[in-house]
């Protein structure tokens, strides 16, 4: 059975601070996909990344990095320099094919963003 | 170009009641799954509907029942509403093995 752990319940950081989201997943599949989503207090879920089973490049997008270990099943989202607009709840999921499939979310993380 | 669309936004109903809500996928998507999030959690996968057939369920009574119509949008249906179905339902669209970009959800509240 799948499952996703999010250990970090909120998180408070002052702005331009780094910060780094915790996620660990479960699954007995060798095939699967990783994702993170954002959702600011609108509530919409933003897709922020994919990465699959077989890929374990880190992966950098502006302020945003994603540090995918297979060995520790960890799949880690860090925010550099963040910025008030940042705050919100990310969440960690799994699906075993990507997209079509459905996702298996953690509980999330709350960040808050201090100016 | 327009994203996943849904509504009504918000939605009050008395236990024991039905509900109908509704989705729109984004451009190119043929593909439709609908989540619940209960406050505080993470979204729980309901079902997910292709070519107008459900394809995956996950662990939802049979309460939880939804359509979908040739032109891919999506309906789900409720039946004998309960206190514990209050909660955000957020739908997602995708076009076949790629990524699921969700609508901004109708918040359902249960009196």
């Known amino acids: 059975a799948q499952k996703v752990t999010q250990a970090q319940t909120e998180i408070s950081v002052v702005e331009k601070e780094d910060v780094t989201l915790d996620c660990v997943y479960e699954t007995r599949d060798t095939t699967y996909y990783l994702f993170w989503y954002k959702q600011p207090p609108s509530g919409e879920l933003v897709f922020l990344i994919r990465?699959?089973?077989?890929?374990?490049q880190n992966e950098i997008s502006g302020r945003y990095s994603w540090n995918f270990q297979k060995s520790t099943s960890s799949f880690n989202f860090t925010i550099t320099a963040s910025q008030v607009v940042d705050s919100a709840v990310y969440f960690c999921?799994?699906?075993?094919?990507?997209?079509?499939?459905?996702?298996?979310f953690g509980t999330g993380t709350r960040l808050t963003v201090i100016p | 170009d327009a994203g996943v669309t849904q509504s009504p936004t918000h939605l009050i109903k008395t236990r024991g009641q039905q509900v109908t809500l509704r989705c729109s996928p984004k451009s190119g998507h043929d593909t439709v799954s609908w989540y619940q999030q209960a406050l505080g959690q993470g979204p729980q996968f309901i079902f997910q509907?292709?070519?107008?057939?459900?394809?995956q369920r996950g662990n939802f009574p049979d309460r939880f029942s939804g359509h979908q119509f040739p032109n891919y949008s999506s309906e789900l249906n409720v039946n004998a509403l309960l206190l514990g179905d209050s909660a955000l339902y957020l739908c997602?669209?995708?076009?076949?093995?790629?990524?699921?970009?969700f609508g901004p959800g109708t918040r359902l509240t249960v009196t």
């Open positions: 999921a799994l699906s075993e094919v990507a997209g079509a499939n459905n996702l298996f």
């Open positions: 509907y292709y070519e107008e057939e459900e394809r």
């Open positions: 990465r699959n089973s077989f890929d374990e």
């Open positions: 997602a669209s995708s076009s076949q093995i790629y990524e699921q970009y």
